[in-house]
């Protein structure tokens, strides 16, 4: 089974930017979209970002669009979440997962212990 970490997060004022980082192992994830989710206490974990195998699309919740940008290196088995102009809004912990057949959080059982990512105002 794919073992994801995630890593990068950290404490940042309003404005400010982080690269979220997220390495696979355990198995190949070039042939698959990723996407990244975030969650916040007591609310369920929502889609944030998708990027498909080839890195040729990609898709953000509206909330993150212009702001954030998902990319990927296959060859090092890695996914990125390049976030800017963070608002405290977008404090939440942050993983990463596979995106096939969906991007549903629900779909998946397996999850990485994330990044917190907490944003000052």
């Known amino acids: 089974q794919v073992r994801l970490v995630e890593s990068g997060g950290g404490l940042v004022q309003a404005g400010g930017s982080l690269r979220l980082s997220c390495a696979a192992s355990?198995?190949?994830?070039?042939?698959?979209?990723m996407g990244w989710f975030r969650q916040v206490p007591g609310k369920e974990r929502e889609f944030v970002a998708s990027?498909?195998?080839?890195?040729?699309?990609?898709d953000y919740v509206d909330s993150v669009k212009r702001l954030f940008n998902i990319s990927r290196d296959n060859a090092l088995n890695m996914l990125y979440l390049q976030m800017d102009s963070l608002k405290p809004e977008d404090t939440a912990v942050y993983y990463c997962?596979?995106?096939?057949?969906?991007?549903?959080?629900?779909?998946?059982?397996?999850w990485g212990q994330g990044t917190q990512v907490t944003v000052s105002s």
């Open positions: 997962n596979l995106c096939y057949p969906s991007c549903a959080p629900s779909e998946y059982e397996y």
């Open positions: 355990g198995g190949t994830v070039s042939t698959t979209s």
């Open positions: 990027i498909s195998w080839n890195g040729a699309f990609t």
